[in-house]
């Protein structure tokens, strides 16, 4: 057992790369049974990129009727990606802008537990939510 210490107490010396990192971007259409129009790109997406990939990889999948989600950022809003996806017969819903800032919910009887003494807690309790 003290061997096994001395051992693993020794610094391991070795190489390890610094700033040569690659950026690889996984683009896929969810299905509630599989994954559909899946893409890797190398390095980050960009507008050019994305338009391309509905153009030619995600515009062919979607049966008419189908919804569309995407996220929010303006490479996804351009007039290309919205006439492919409705020419597939889908319809086009964007998820809302991220903030960083979140809204800060009052709990039930925290600080303005003296209203629920003087008013009827029906009235005030989910109101303040």
């Given at each position: 057992?003290r061997?096994?210490?001395?051992?693993?107490?020794?610094?391991?010396?070795?190489?390890?790369?610094?700033?040569?990192?690659?950026?690889?971007?996984?683009?896929?259409?969810?299905?509630?049974?599989?994954?559909?129009?899946?893409?890797?790109?190398?390095?980050?997406v960009?507008a050019?990129?994305?338009?391309?990939?509905?153009e030619?990889?995600?515009?062919?999948?979607?049966?008419?009727g189908?919804?569309?989600i995407?996220?929010?950022?303006?490479s996804?809003k351009?007039?290309?990606v919205?006439?492919?996806?409705?020419q597939?017969?889908?319809?086009?819903l964007?998820?809302?802008?991220?903030?960083?800032?979140?809204?800060?919910?009052?709990?039930?009887?925290g600080?303005?537990?003296?209203?629920?003494?003087?008013?009827?807690?029906?009235a005030?309790?989910?109101?303040?939510c």
């Open positions: 057992m061997d096994q210490a001395r051992l693993d107490s020794r610094r391991l010396v070795g190489k390890v790369p610094h700033g040569h990192w690659r950026t690889l971007t996984f683009i896929s259409a969810l299905r509630a049974d599989r994954i559909d129009a899946p893409c890797v790109f190398d390095g980050p960009n050019r990129s994305f338009i391309a990939y509905v030619q990889i995600l515009a062919p999948t979607p049966r008419p189908d919804i569309v995407t996220d929010n950022p303006d996804h351009g007039p290309p919205r006439r492919a996806v409705r597939a017969g889908a319809k086009l964007f998820l809302p802008p991220y903030t960083r800032r979140r809204r800060r919910r009052r709990r039930p009887g600080s303005g537990r003296w209203r629920s003494r003087t008013l009827p807690m029906a005030t309790a989910w109101r303040r």
